[in-house]
């Protein structure tokens, strides 16, 4: 559940996701500082933008098929610790900020990265951190030996 309300539901993660890539485009084009990565190089972005988009796409359907929500502010029914969630207690987070490193590395100037850590930490704090709360609250001890086994992010 996102710290910003009931009021502000059209504030999920993909409206903080594209905001960032914008943020990215702009940096990119207004103050690069430096580019680090030329072609060919710079196309290993695509990879990395098409392993993040699989890994949100693989997490979301095992959401679906656990018929739990996915919307950050509705209460979880299911507690999905299968496929990628047995690596990382946020897929779907961590999927969004490999699509986010793939574009900077595709840019391939130094300035875009510096919006990937931004990105985290509002996703850490706005979504994930609520989100933890309300899953303890629903899922009790069976999350917490969750939590101790399986990292937020990697």
Do not use: C, Q
């Not at 993909?14 to 940096?27: D, G, H, I, K, S």
């Not at 098929?65 to 299911?78: K, V």
């Not at 047995?86 to 300035?111: D, E, F, H, Q």
């Amino acid at each position: 559940m996102s710290t910003a309300g009931p009021n502000s539901r059209f504030l999920v993660p993909p409206v903080y996701f594209l905001v960032a890539l914008l943020l990215m485009v702009f940096f990119h084009r207004v103050a690069p500082w430096a580019h680090v990565l030329e072609a060919p190089y710079r196309y290993a972005g695509i990879v990395l933008a098409g392993l993040g988009l699989g890994l949100g796409a693989w997490a979301a359907v095992l959401f679906r098929r656990a018929g739990t929500n996915i919307r950050p502010f509705m209460p979880s029914t299911a507690l999905v610790v299968a496929g990628p969630y047995k690596l990382t207690r946020n897929p779907m987070y961590l999927g969004m900020a490999g699509i986010l490193l793939g574009a900077a590395v595709l840019m391939g100037s130094l300035t875009p990265f510096i919006v990937i850590p931004g990105f985290m930490a509002l996703i850490a704090e706005r979504f994930i951190a609520p989100e933890e709360a309300k899953l303890e609250a629903a899922f009790g001890r069976e999350y917490l030996d969750y939590k101790a086994r399986v990292r937020r992010w990697l």
